[in-house]
């Protein structure tokens, strides 16, 4: 029924949801009905109900989620900039078609939900590896369980407001359209800055952070990340894999338009 009511409403593109076209409601239906999304949250109860099974204190288990809770953006802010934005993956071939998935499809249409969420087989275990370390650290079993379920919260947490930042609506609340417009000028003025989704403090001590389009220059490989038409010809298994030579711009997007 959700399917067909959304195909009724032409939000789809094909082959993904396109943000672009959808409204609030539009998108609360996908997002709380998206096969990564509940397996998120049926992790993050499996992991509090762990986190309850092994409890002792609760100390290691609140100081075990408020350090992920702190770490978490800066770890993002790490992955998002020198991994997703680096230029080695995609020169080795095992590894470009992960790069063409977790970041690459995203920027060259950053309408599609499909591309938007990042792939359960790689962000689960990025996740736990980040998470479970600091818990076990603090809290044994029950403070692992605890960092574990606080990371796949927060993520969905950063799912839900990446794609407000690229669905077709303005939020009513002020923050959120500074979060909005920040996010909106990494993807369509210039992608060496506004790393973070829902924080940009990271951005802000390190020196990537803008506030408008007049800040710094309109970046010509923001769509493709660096991976144009002569890294094709010299690294060609993106290209193999999308079936097209890389675009520097989403379809419909206007050249001679900027970020605002």
């Not at 029924?1 to 195909?7: A, G, Q, R, V």
């Not at 029950?142 to 609506?169: D, K, R, S, V």
């Not at 003025?189 to 309109?218: P, Q, W």
């Amino acid at each position: 029924m959700i399917t067909s009511t959304l195909k009724n409403t032409s939000i789809r593109t094909g082959r993904s949801f396109d943000l672009g076209k959808m409204n609030l409601r539009q998108l609360w239906i996908a997002y709380l009905t998206y096969p990564t999304i509940l397996l998120y949250f049926a992790l993050a109860l499996c992991s509090f109900g762990i986190m309850v099974h092994t409890f002792v204190s609760w100390l290691p288990v609140c100081i075990s989620i408020m350090s992920v809770v702190f770490v978490y953006p800066l770890v993002w802010y790490a992955i998002h900039r020198f991994i997703l934005h680096g230029r080695f993956l995609y020169r080795v071939k095992w590894t470009s078609a992960l790069w063409k998935r977790i970041h690459f499809d995203h920027h060259q249409d950053p309408h599609l939900l499909d591309v938007l969420f990042g792939s359960p087989l790689n962000t689960i275990p990025t996740i736990a590896i980040v998470t479970i370390p600091i818990g076990f650290a603090i809290g044994q079993a029950a403070g692992a369980a605890a960092a574990f379920g606080a990371g796949l919260t927060i993520t969905c947490i950063y799912e839900f407001f990446h794609c407000i930042q690229h669905l077709n609506y303005k939020p009513k609340m002020a923050w959120i359209q500074r979060m909005k417009q920040r996010h909106v000028l990494h993807h369509f003025h210039n992608e060496n800055g506004n790393y973070g989704i829902t924080s940009f403090i990271a951005d802000r001590l390190f020196r990537s952070y803008y506030v408008d389009a007049k800040s710094c220059r309109r970046s010509p490989s923001v769509f493709n990340l660096g991976y144009d038409q002569d890294e094709a010809k010299r690294y060609p298994w993106v290209m193999d894999l999308t079936g097209s030579p890389p675009r520097d711009r989403p379809d419909g997007a206007n050249p001679n338009r900027n970020a605002a």
